[in-house]
């Protein structure tokens, strides 16, 4: 029995535009109503969101029993961090704050096993122990693996836009996300992600992304915005975070009270 298959990628790879919803609340019921609302994928977050493997692991479990794909966004770039989170069970992964070709490479890497054929690959072996295997059910996980994985690594500073090219030619590296909030910072234009020069690296990035034949992923807070970042090329977009649309509908319900 092989690893199951990641539907999410096989999608990606075709170019079809798949919607989702960033989850930063880490709380497993809201999980649950994210993935039967009709998203395409639902983000679990624990860069920016207080998730630990405890909750990222029951994020998981609610999201089983719903249509929508679970991915996951690292801390950082850590080897051991990507490895639990593999050993979770999750298959397609973000990873934040990758500026060179040898950071991608780094992680690209980690999240794939050793190779007999080529020897790429630095995952730890101990997928027998872990939900990813079905605690050893799925016998052939480890040969399997592999072919399951989707990586997208983040691109968030002038430095990551310097090097996009050496970045998305990095075999391993599936997808490109492009972080606007942490870009535009990094440029000097803190809070300005509409800035002329901004949008001119994400530009930049977005065709070079294209030109290697790779997928393009971002997040509009935006309605208004949506149909533009996929007329640019992306194709796995986030639609918002759970915290705030929690926090918009809960503020109009109380604006409408008596």
Known sequence: MPAPTNDLKMALERRDTQCGLWLALANEAIAEIAGKAGFDWCLIDAEHGPNTLTTIGAQLRALAG??????????????????????????????????????????????????SISGAGSRGMGAVLARASGYGEIVDYV???????????QIESAQAVANIDAIVA?????????????????????????????????????????????????????????????DRGVTFLGLGG????????????????P
């Open 242 to 257: 759970d915290g705030v649309l929690v926090q918009k509908s809960l503020r109009a319900l109380a604006a409408r009270a």
């Open 143 to 153: 040969r399997s693996a592999n072919d399951q994985i989707f990586l997208f690594v």
């Open 66 to 115: 719903t249509p929508a794909h679970a991915v996951v966004r690292v801390p950082m770039g850590e080897d051991w961090m990507l490895k639990q989170v593999l050993d979770l069970g999750v298959q397609t992964v973000v990873v934040p704050m990758v500026s060179t070709a040898a950071q991608a490479a780094q992680v690209a890497a980690a999240v794939r096993y050793p190779n």
């Open 170 to 230: 990095t075999p391993g590296v599936d997808g490109v996300f492009v972080g606007p909030a942490d870009l535009s910072a990094d440029m000097g234009f803190v809070g300005q992600m509409d800035a002329p020069d901004v949008i001119a690296a994400i530009d930049h990035v977005y065709a070079r992304v294209k030109a290697a034949g790779k997928v393009i992923g971002t997040i509009a807070f935006d309605e208004n915005d949506f149909q533009a970042q996929i």
